[in-house]
Nanobody
Framework: QVQLVESGGGLVQAGGSLRLSCAASGRTFSNYAMGWFRQVPGKERDVVAAISWSGTSTYYADSVKGRFTISRDNAKNTQYLQMNSLKPEDTAVYYC?????????????????WGQGTQVTVSS
């Protein structure tokens, strides 16, 4: 089992920045690729970004490219999502997820473990 705990969400004005963190415990963190997803009420959970176990490969949704940066520190068992130039449409609950093996990091059903989520609200 892998336990994931997100932190860093909150309320920010449009154009501002937030940094989300996801602390992992349980199995060996470096064995897992990691992802960030977000969900608004009534809609599906969508991928925001993903990162390989080594950190050398990353994926971003088109809507966040150039604004968000995913990273990980395997020594600290933590992954991060730096969010800059935030827009009201970025408002959602953000979830951290881990996958041991995946053919498509953008698919939420490829991930075995999930955090409880953290709310990000961007005001206009």
């Amino acid at each position: 089992q892998v336990q994931l705990v997100e932190s860093g969400g909150g309320l920010v004005q449009a154009g501002g920045s937030l940094r989300l963190s996801c602390a992992a415990s349980g199995r060996t963190f470096s064995n897992y690729a990691m992802g960030w997803f977000r969900q608004v009420p009534g809609k599906e959970r969508d991928v925001v970004a993903a990162i390989s176990w080594s950190g050398t490969s990353t994926y971003y949704a088109d809507s966040v490219k150039g604004r968000f940066t995913i990273s990980r520190d395997n020594a600290k068992n933590t992954q991060y999502l730096q969010m800059n130039s935030l827009k009201p449409e970025d408002t959602a609950v953000y979830y951290c997820a881990a996958t041991y093996v995946s053919a498509d990091y953008s698919r939420p059903d490829e991930y075995q473990y999930w955090g409880q989520g953290t709310q990000v609200t961007v005001s206009s």
